[in-house]
């Protein structure tokens, strides 16, 4: 295995900062059991960071929304036992305060507080004068923006040690994930603020066990820093997030199963995909000339709608261009929903320019 440090070196808490540090524990902590079960079973898959949520940001009211303060005397518990360092999520004042009293050693802050300036505001005043790792989740949705200013949010209280983690985007359409990574996102994060650990929350990306791995192996290509996976004693009699929860066994498997994959290249590797990368630059650069050269002609099109009164949409004409090339497509080996994405992304471009010609007198 690869052993590429990790920037949590720098937080001084964490004995095995290589590359993945792992955080692992059950969605919701339910039961003092449940939790000490679920860490004694983490610590012996060699774990070192327990998380568990205390109090619960549920979509729907009249569900389990956390045990609130008493479990943090189960996390207590839990560090006292096994030396496990504790983290939980923090939505306001009043558990960051709740938190901190109780020792828990690092505090994340949810999808849904990280989206809400005023909450962000709240917990980055409540943590003045605090010497307490911070991690934060990307907002629900897919807003660089917003992430970044949470995170200068809470480094502006003065936190040092703050730390970031991508657990994918709501959206509307059904997708396998149950939070769309849209990894490019959490790229686009890393090249505004470098050098801040980043984690991945496969869990709830996933929303079921099956994903799990890809999504992590995915995240370790991506170089990132560690994981944060939910696990739980007894998955299946979960009170939160079933479906996506390991037994600590079944974690343990799943971690040994990743491959750490070299961050550094040798001089062979980097000319040989040095090569690679400038055929794709080529075919980057004459991708573009053709896509400038077809919306000439849709401008063409759109000219003569004008000077012929014709709508800009003719949805027959649409629906045969798309099934069109995606049988095409598949013939070249492109998936349909990668040339559906793509044939959308122009047609929309050539409406937008021939809207430009119709009201343009
Ligand atoms: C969680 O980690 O249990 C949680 C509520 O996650 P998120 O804020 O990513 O939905
Ligand atoms: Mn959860």
């Known amino acids: 295995m690869n052993t590429t440090e990790t920037p949590f070196e720098s937080w001084g808490i964490i004995k095995n900062t290589k590359r993945p540090v792992v955080i692992a524990g059950p969605c919701s902590a339910e039961t003092e059991e449940q939790v000490l079960t679920t860490a004694r079973g983490l610590k012996e898959q060699g774990i070192e960071i327990?998380?568990?949520?205390?109090?619960?940001?549920?979509?729907?009211?009249?569900?389990?929304?956390?045990?609130?303060?008493?479990?943090?005397?189960?996390?207590?518990?839990?560090?006292?036992?096994t030396g496990l360092l504790t983290s939980t999520e923090v939505a306001n004042f009043k558990h960051v305060y709740e938190a901190l009293r109780a020792g828990v050693d690092i505090l994340w802050i949810g999808a849904?507080?990280?989206?809400?300036?005023?909450?962000?505001?709240?917990?980055?005043?409540?943590?003045?004068?605090?010497?307490?790792?911070?991690?934060?989740k990307n907002p629900v949705n897919p807003d660089v923006e917003l992430w970044v200013g949470a995170v200068e949010r809470i480094m502006g209280a003065g936190i040092k040690r703050v730390g970031v983690i991508h657990r994918g985007f709501s959206s509307f359409e059904k997708t396998r994930f149950r939070n769309v990574p849209q990894w490019q996102m959490a790229i686009e994060f890393r090249r505004r603020m470098p050098g801040l650990p980043m984690i991945c929350d496969p869990s709830h990306i996933s929303g079921c066990t099956e994903?799990?791995?890809?999504?992590?192996?995915?995240?370790?290509?991506?170089?990132y820093d560690g994981l944060i996976i939910e696990s739980h004693c007894n998955p299946?009699?979960?009170?939160?997030?079933?479906?996506?929860?390991l037994t600590p066994e079944d974690l343990g498997k799943l971690l040994k199963s990743?491959?750490?994959?070299?961050?550094?290249?040798?001089?062979?590797?980097?000319?040989?995909?040095?090569?690679?990368?400038?055929?794709i630059d080529k075919f980057d650069e004459d991708l573009l000339k053709i896509l400038g050269e077809r919306m000439k002609?849709?401008?063409?099109?759109?000219?003569?709608?004008?000077?012929?009164?014709?709508?800009?949409?003719?949805?027959?004409?649409?629906?045969e261009i798309i099934s069109r090339i995606v049988e095409?497509?598949?013939?070249?080996?492109?998936?349909?929903?990668?040339?559906?994405?793509?044939?959308?992304?122009?047609?929309?471009?050539?409406?937008?320019?021939?809207?430009?010609?119709?009201?343009?007198?």
Request: aromatic letters at 6%; glycine letters at 4%.
């Open 112 to 136: 849904r507080t990280s989206a809400n300036p005023f909450a962000m505001q709240e917990i980055a005043d409540a943590l003045q004068g605090v010497d307490v790792p911070v991690l934060i």
């Open 211 to 223: 994903l799990l791995q890809e999504v992590s192996q995915k995240a370790l290509d991506l170089n």
């Open 328 to 361: 095409k497509g598949a013939k070249h080996n492109l998936s349909e929903e990668f040339i559906s994405t793509v044939f959308k992304a122009i047609h929309q471009e050539s409406i937008n320019k021939q809207t430009v010609i119709m009201n343009n007198n």
């Open 236 to 245: 299946k009699e979960a009170w939160s997030d079933a479906k996506q929860q």
């Open 50 to 81: 327990f998380r568990a949520g205390i109090w619960k940001p549920r979509t729907r009211p009249n569900s389990f929304e956390g045990v609130g303060s008493e479990g943090l005397t189960w996390l207590k518990r839990v560090k006292a036992e």
């Open 258 to 279: 990743l491959v750490l994959r070299n961050v550094e290249l040798d001089q062979a590797q980097k000319e040989t995909l040095d090569d690679l990368r400038l055929k």
């Open 297 to 319: 002609v849709a401008e063409a099109i759109g000219q003569y709608k004008k000077e012929h009164n014709i709508t800009i949409l003719q949805p027959s004409r649409w629906d």
